[in-house]
Nanobody, 128 residues
Framework: QLQLVESGGGLVQPWESLRLSCAAS????????IGWFRQAPGKEREGVSC????????AYADSVKGRFTISRDNAKNTVYLQMNSLKPADTAVYYC?????????????????????WGQGTQVTVSS
């Protein structure tokens, strides 16, 4: 059974940091483009960051550039999102997702509709 499980969310104050993890089971992330997405109440799900299979290509939403960093550890079959200088506007449920990329090591996308497998989400709340 293919599964993605996020962890690391929580309640933090503005300017603090969190690191989200996304562990894959039932498949190997080596062959997948990966992405992090978020959805705040009353808003559509939006792309936060993504990374190609090779890890050489990444993209970030303008709102998180310079603050968030995506990474992957294929040996651990895990994806991470390091979030620094958090703002109240970052409050949302964060999801990781994976898209098969068997024939492209460089493909990446911030569009939620491009992704096949999704985790259940982890809540991030930034509040003083």
């Amino acid at each position: 059974q293919l599964q993605l499980v996020e962890s690391g969310g929580g309640l933090v104050q503005p300017w603090e940091s969190l690191r989200l993890s996304c562990a894959a089971s039932g498949f190997t992330l080596d062959y997948y483009t990966i992405g992090w997405f978020r959805q705040a109440p009353g808003k559509e799900r939006e792309g936060v960051s993504c990374m190609s299979r090779s890890g050489g290509s990444t993209a970030y939403a303008d709102s998180v550039k310079g603050r968030f960093t995506i990474s992957r550890d294929n040996a651990k079959n895990t994806v991470y999102l390091q979030m620094n200088s958090l703002k109240p506007a970052d409050t949302a449920v964060y999801y990781c997702a994976a898209k098969p990329a068997l024939y492209s090591r460089t493909y990446y996308s911030l569009s939620p509709s491009d992704y096949t497998y999704w985790g259940q989400g982890t809540q991030v709340t930034v509040s003083s």
